[in-house]
C-alpha cells in the first residue's frame, strides 16, 4: 500500500467552495485545528476529507493485515467501526512490528477547561488499547502553551486546567512505567533534547510557509507562528533521549483528530532533511456535540457536551433535552419510515461506547424499522454513559498532584 502524498494543502484558513445544485456558490465543511464547519445534520463528509488532505482511507484488508499483525481475533470498536478512518503510514508501523522493531505513541491533549469532555476520551481510549496490544512506550504532549496563545486566559489558570487534565488522563490507566506526561510550559526548558530538536526543525520551515499552511496574521503573536514547531518536536525520538536512550531513529505512530493532520503534515515534509522518520499518524473522526454533528462541542457551553464532571441527573437532562433527534415528525410517520440514525446523536454516541457489535446492530435495525424511538435509545445511553462518567471520577478521586 502506497501512501498519499505528504504535499500541504494551501487552503488552510478557507473554506472549500464548489457550486451548489443552481450554479451558485456553497460553503462546503471547514476543518483546520481550530475550526470544524458543516452544513449537514449527519456531519463532515470524510471521503472529501480525505482527499482534500490527501490522506489514505483505513479499508478492510489493512484492518484484517492490523489483525494479524498485532495477534488479536478483533481490533478495537472504535478501529471496525470506522471512528479511526484514515492514516498515513500505518502500514510502515505494521512492518516495524513484522520485522521485531519497536516504535512509541504519541498523542496530546490542549488543556481548554477543567474538565475533559466525552469526545476528548476517544484518542485516549484508543491509544490505551495500542499501547496494551503492542506493549509500547506512550509520549502524551500537554498544550498549555497553545492555549495561553489562543484564549484570553492567565498562565495560571492554563497550568490549573492542564493539571486537572493530566488527572483525567492518568485516570484511564496507561502503563505507569510506559507513559511520559509532560506540559509544554514547564518541560521545553528543562530539555536539551527537546530543544536541540525543536531548533532543528525551526531552521527549516520559514515564516512564509508557516503562514501559508496556517494562515496566520501579522497581528497574530509570536508565540502563534512557533507552537506548531513545538508539537512537531516529540514525533521524534530525538526529543526524549532519557526514554530512548539517545536513539533517534525510532518510529512514531500519532492518534490524533483529523482536524490535527495539518501540524504533521508540515512535520512529514521537514523529517527526511533531518534524517529522521516520518511519523504515522492514525485519525479519528470528529465527536459530535449534543445539538448534532453540523454543530461543535465548546467547553464554553456546558450543555453541548457531556462532561467527566457531570453528575447523573446532569447527563440525564442534557441528553434528553439537548441530544438531536432522528425520529420522524410523527408517530405514524416514524413507524412508517423508521428513524434515522445517521443523524441521530443517542445512537451516535453508542457507536463509540456500546462495545457489543450485536447490541448496537439490534437497536440500529430497530430504530431504523420504525420499531424503537429516539427516547428509548436515550434511556440506554444515559444509564450507558452515567457508568462510564461516574467510574472515571471515582479513578479519578485517589490521583493527587504527587502523582
Not at 302 to 322: G, M, Q, R, V, W
Request: proline share 4%; charged share 25%; aromatic share 10%.
Amino acid at each position: 500500500m502506497e501512501s498519499k502524498t505528504d504535499a500541504l494543502d494551501t487552503s488552510i484558513g478557507k473554506p472549500l467552495v464548489a457550486a451548489d445544485q443552481n450554479g451558485q456558490n456553497a460553503v462546503e465543511d471547514f476543518v483546520d485545528p481550530w475550526n470544524v464547519h458543516t452544513s449537514s445534520m449527519k456531519g463532515v463528509d470524510y471521503d472529501k476529507l480525505i482527499n482534500k488532505f490527501g490522506c489514505s482511507a483505513i479499508d478492510d484488508s489493512l484492518i484484517e493485515r492490523f489483525k494479524r499483525v498485532a495477534k488479536v481475533e478483533e481490533v478495537h470498536p472504535l478501529l471496525r467501526r470506522g471512528v479511526f478512518f484514515s492514516h498515513r503510514d500505518l502500514h510502515v508501523i505494521l512492518d516495524c512490528v513484522e520485522k521485531g522493531q519497536k516504535f512509541y505513541l504519541y498523542t496530546g491533549r490542549g488543556p481548554s477547561s477543567d474538565a475533559m469532555h466525552l469526545g476528548h476520551l476517544i484518542p485516549f481510549l484508543f491509544t490505551k488499547w495500542l499501547q496494551e496490544v503492542f506493549d509500547v512506550p506512550l509520549i502524551i504532549q500537554i498544550t498549555d502553551d497553545e492555549k495561553y496563545y489562543w484564549k484570553s486566559l492567565s498562565l495560571e489558570k492554563v497550568k490549573e486546567m492542564a493539571v486537572e487534565n493530566i488527572k483525567d488522563i492518568i485516570a484511564m490507566d496507561f502503563h505507569p512505567d510506559k507513559t511520559f506526561i509532560f506540559r509544554n510550559l514547564e518541560y521545553m526548558g528543562q530539555s536539551v533534547g527537546f530543544q536541540e530538536t525543536l531548533a532543528r526543525i525551526q531552521k527549516l520551515v520559514t515564516v512564509s510557509k508557516i503562514r501559508g499552511q496556517f494562515g496566520f496574521s501579522d497581528s497574530d503573536c509570536m508565540g502563534k507562528y512557533s507552537f506548531p514547531f513545538n508539537q512537531a518536536v516529540p514525533s521524534f525520538s530525538s526529543a526524549f533521549p532519557q526514554i530512548f536512550k539517545g536513539k533517534t531513529n525510532v518510529p512514531c505512530l500519532i492518534p490524533c483528530g483529523i482536524d490535527q493532520d495539518p501540524y504533521f503534515r508540515m512535520t512529514r515534509d521537514v523529517a527526511p532533511r533531518l534524517k529522521f522518520l516520518k511519523p504515522a499518524l492514525v485519525h479519528s473522526k470528529f465527536f459530535p456535540a449534543l445539538q448534532g454533528a453540523n454543530s461543535k462541542m465548546s467547553a464554553s457551553d456546558p450543555n453541548s457536551a457531556i462532561f467527566l464532571t457531570d453528575t447523573h441527573e446532569e447527563i440525564k437532562e442534557k441528553i434528553n433535552k439537548y441530544a438531536y433527534s432522528g425520529d420522524r415528525d410523527t408517530v405514524k410517520e416514524h413507524q412508517e419510515k423508521g428513524g434515522d440514525c445517521s443523524v441521530d446523536i443517542a445512537f451516535q454516541y453508542l457507536t463509540y461506547f456500546e462495545e457489543n457489535d450485536e447490541e448496537l446492530e439490534k437497536i440500529r435495525q430497530n430504530y431504523s424499522s420504525g420499531e424503537m424511538f429516539s427516547g428509548q435509545i436515550k434511556e440506554i445511553l444515559i444509564k450507558k454513559l452515567t457508568r462510564v462518567v461516574l467510574d472515571h471520577q471515582t479513578k479519578k478521586k485517589s490521583i493527587t498532584e504527587d502523582i
